[in-house]
């Protein structure tokens, strides 16, 4: 492989060789909105030459504060398109797949490339996420998983750990009790070798101005979210994923 100087700077990193990896890697990304968006940005500026993308979601205008492939431009398209578009305009040799459909338990085993290295779960499905957790442990697949970035606001307290060290994330509790009551995974403090990016910060509420004054009804729907936050998830597990394919892992966590 000629050097190319888009992604220089990855082999003066990494070294020649781990960056090749990383070229020649499949990564997979689950969910293309708030922090999937954001890894998938990551991977591709990163080199990586070949991404699937599964979301069945369109743009939306409520999109715009968070998502990085949300603009005016791209309202209404599919979610995994404008994601594509996006990457082809600076990285047009990356093998982009789209695969516009949800991810489930029960089509995960159709959804997923036979090839893929590693996959980044950024959806919000508790029973998606357990089942590709355990698809990964199983074929011994890099893989890591995001917990719930709505409701926090402060990004220096988003964190990489274990499932089983995980805390301040309700959908990742019920991540971690379903692998453990449906699949034995280990309790207490073991390891369950889950890799979680997630924030320690408690989850704040929807803030009561945006009650619609007389009726009580909240007007904002789900809890607030911030680019800020959502961007850092997605560049953390990006990031994790990067540094598994370099063959490079961190000593501490997970």
Known sequence: MTEDRRFSALSRLYG?????????AHVVVVGIGGVGSWAAESLARSGVGRITLVDLDHVAESNINRQIHATLATLGQAKVVAMSERIASYFP???????????????????????????IDACDQVLTKVCIAHWALDNNTIFVTS?????????????????????HDPLL???????RRQYSAPRGNKRMRVACVYSNEPVAPPDASCQVAGDG??????????????????????????????????????
Not at 16 to 24: E, G, L, P, Y
Not at 93 to 110: G, K, P, R, Y
Not at 173 to 179: D, E, I, N, P, S
Not at 230 to 239: P, Q, S, V
């Open 93 to 119: 040799e990356c093998h982009v797949q789209c695969i516009d459909d949800f991810a489930t338990s029960s089509n995960w085993l159709h959804v997923v490339p036979a090839d893929a290295d590693a996959v």
């Open 173 to 179: 509790a019920k991540v971690r009790y379903t692998l």
């Open 147 to 167: 917990g719930a970035a709505g409701g926090k606001r402060h990004a220096h307290r988003v964190d990489l750990d274990d499932l089983s060290q995980v805390t």
């Open 217 to 254: 009804t909240l007007n904002c729907h789900g809890f607030g979210s911030l680019v800020t936050v959502t961007a850092a998830f997605g560049l953390c597990a990006a990031g994790y994923v990067l540094n598994q394919l370099a063959g490079q892992p961190t000593t501490e966590k997970p």
């Open 16 to 24: 020649v060789a781990a960056s090749h990896r990383i070229r020649s």
